[in-house]
Nanobody
Framework: QVQLVESGGGLVQAGGSLRLSCAAS????????MGWFRQAPGKEREFVAA????????YYADSVKGRFTISRDNAKNTVYLQMNSLKPEDTAVYYC?????????????????WGQGTQVTVSS
């Protein structure tokens, strides 16, 4: 069982930056690949970024590539999402998710555990 708690969301102007954190419980955090998803009002949840258990592999949605960076610190049981050059269309609730195993996944149904989400609002 893994519990995930996101933090770091907030209100920021377009062009600004935020760093989201996701703290995981349990002693086997390094056994999980991690991902970030987001869901805007009236839209489906969409993939944002993912990272392998070791941190050696990452993958991004085209919409955030070059602006967002996913990373993890297995010693702290935490995964991060650094978001730069934010745009109003990045406004959404951001969720972190954990998937047991080494392989990166980009669809929500491949993940086993989810956090409660943190709101990110980007004003124009």
């Amino acid at each position: 069982q893994v519990q995930l708690v996101e933090s770091g969301g907030g209100l920021v102007q377009a062009g600004g930056s935020l760093r989201l954190s996701c703290a995981a419980s349990g002693r086997t955090f390094s056994s999980y690949a991690m991902g970030w998803f987001r869901q805007a009002p009236g839209k489906e949840r969409e993939f944002v970024a993912a990272i392998s258990w070791s941190g050696g592999s990452t993958y991004y949605a085209d919409s955030v590539k070059g602006r967002f960076t996913i990373s993890r610190d297995n010693a702290k049981n935490t995964v991060y999402l650094q978001m730069n050059s934010l745009k109003p269309e990045d406004t959404a609730v951001y969720y972190c998710a954990a998937r047991y195993g080494t392989r990166i996944a980009t669809t929500a149904d491949e993940y086993d555990y989810w956090g409660q989400g943190t709101q990110v609002t980007v004003s124009s």
